[in-house]
C-alpha cells in the first residue's frame, strides 16, 4: 500500500530553516510528482510547490519561490521540502501528497501524516 | 493566481440530512476541481476529482457537479463520520489554490 511518513516536528528560531522529509514506499517512487502543502494552525491549506522525483524538476508557488527548496533522494525515495528565512508566518503543518493524473491533470491522492513545524 | 471561494464557512446539521457546499473559481476552471475531506488532526483524503467522479471506497452519498467557476459538493444523507472540514482545489494551473474551507458539525 501507498505510504508517505514524514519527519518528526520541528521548533525553529526567526530566520533559521528548517528540512522535511518525506519517505515513501508501496509504489515507484519516480513515477509520480509529489507536492507539499501547508496548513497554519486553525486555518486552510496553501499549496507551495512540487517534485518531479523522475528528473528533479520543481514548480513553486511565487509566494515561496528563493526560499523554497524541493530536492529527492531517489536511492531511498524520499523527497525534501526545505524553508528558509523562517518567521512566525511559517508556523505551520507540511504535508506532503502524492498526485494520481486524473482526466482532468492530477489530485493529491496520498497524503504524509504531517509534520509540525513551530517558528519562535 | 485563481481564487477559490467555498460558502458557506460553516454549516450545522444533523444525521440524515442533506447538505451542499458551494465552491466558485475567479476564473472557468471546466472540470479541474477537487474536493477533500479532512477531519481534525488528520490530512485531508480525497472525495471527488474532476469535479464530479468519486473516488476508490468513498461512499456514494458523496457526489460532485459543477463545471466552469461554479460547483458543488453534496451528502445526500449526513452520517456521524461525515462531520469535518471540506476543501475545494482547482488544478488548472499554478499555484494550484484551495477554498478556505466549510466547517460541518453536529446541529
Known amino acids: 500500500q501507498v505510504q508517505l511518513v514524514q519527519s518528526g516536528a520541528e521548533m525553529k528560531k526567526p530566520g533559521a530553516s528548517v528540512k522535511v522529509s518525506c519517505k515513501a514506499s508501496?509504489?515507484?517512487?519516480?513515477?509520480?510528482?509529489i507536492h507539499w502543502v501547508r496548513q497554519a494552525p486553525g486555518q486552510g491549506l496553501e499549496w507551495m510547490g512540487w517534485?518531479?522525483?523522475?528528473?528533479?524538476?520543481?514548480n513553486s508557488a511565487q509566494k515561496f519561490q528563493g526560499r523554497v527548496t524541493m530536492t529527492r533522494d531517489t536511492s531511498i525515495n524520499t523527497a525534501y521540502m526545505e524553508l528558509s528565512s523562517l518567521t512566525s508566518d511559517d508556523t505551520a503543518i507540511y504535508y506532503c501528497?502524492?498526485?494520481?493524473?486524473?482526466?482532468?491533470?492530477?489530485?493529491?491522492?496520498?497524503w504524509g501524516q504531517g509534520t509540525m513545524v513551530s517558528v519562535s | 493566481d485563481i481564487q477559490m471561494t467555498q460558502s458557506p464557512s460553516s454549516l450545522s446539521a444533523s444525521v440524515g440530512d442533506r447538505i451542499t457546499i458551494t465552491c466558485r473559481a475567479s476564473?472557468?476552471?471546466?472540470?479541474?476541481l477537487n474536493w477533500y475531506q479532512q477531519k481534525p488532526g488528520k490530512a485531508p483524503e480525497v472525495l471527488i476529482f474532476d469535479a464530479n467522479s468519486l473516488q476508490s471506497g468513498v461512499p456514494s452519498r458523496f457526489s460532485g457537479s459543477g463545471s466552469g467557476t461554479d460547483f458543488t459538493l453534496t451528502i445526500s444523507s449526513l452520517q456521524p463520520e461525515d462531520f469535518a472540514t471540506y476543501f475545494c482545489?482547482?488544478?488548472?494551473?499554478?499555484?494550484?489554490?484551495f477554498g478556505q474551507g466549510t466547517k460541518v458539525d453536529i446541529k
Open positions: 482545489q482547482q488544478s488548472y494551473n499554478t499555484p494550484r489554490t
Open positions: 508501496g509504489y515507484t517512487f519516480t513515477g509520480y510528482p
Open positions: 476564473r472557468n476552471i471546466v472540470r479541474y
Open positions: 517534485i518531479n522525483p523522475h528528473s528533479g524538476a520543481i
Open positions: 501528497a502524492r498526485e494520481t493524473l486524473t482526466a482532468f491533470h492530477e489530485v493529491f491522492q496520498f
